[in-house]
């Protein structure tokens, strides 16, 4: 791993609060795709009958893995990403496991982009879709308005 790969990491996993918070760790990055690991714990709990995930915790997470694929086509650190709208489908419940949440890039124009995710629980060997989800961003590059 070079200096430009550790700084990333170090600023996914520990310079973004919501992603410290949640322990997010990042286990693969690459142009047009992104995999995250997210240890489960008390306080991801919705459902505490059952200890399942909060849906809303897992579309946090999915929102966030979206932005950092589209982090992968950023020219300058004064580019912009925004959050336009997401969509998550729960497809199973997420009982007390890390997920892993992977993202790829499935369009990327001018102005904007578009993410698909998936989430499945970590140690699922038949990776048992949780949830899928798409989401647009506005994309500005602020370097080629200049």
Known sequence: MD??????????????????????ELLHIEKDFVKVRVPFRPEVVGDIRSNRWHGGIITTVMDSVGGIVGGTHLSSIKDKMATIDIRVDFLSPAFGKAIIVEGRTLRLGSRIFVAQMKCYLEEDDEHETVAEGRAVYNFIRLNQQE
């Open 3 to 24: 200096l430009q790969d550790e700084f990333v990491k170090k600023m996914i996993e520990e310079i973004i609060p919501i992603h410290k918070f949640l322990g997010l």
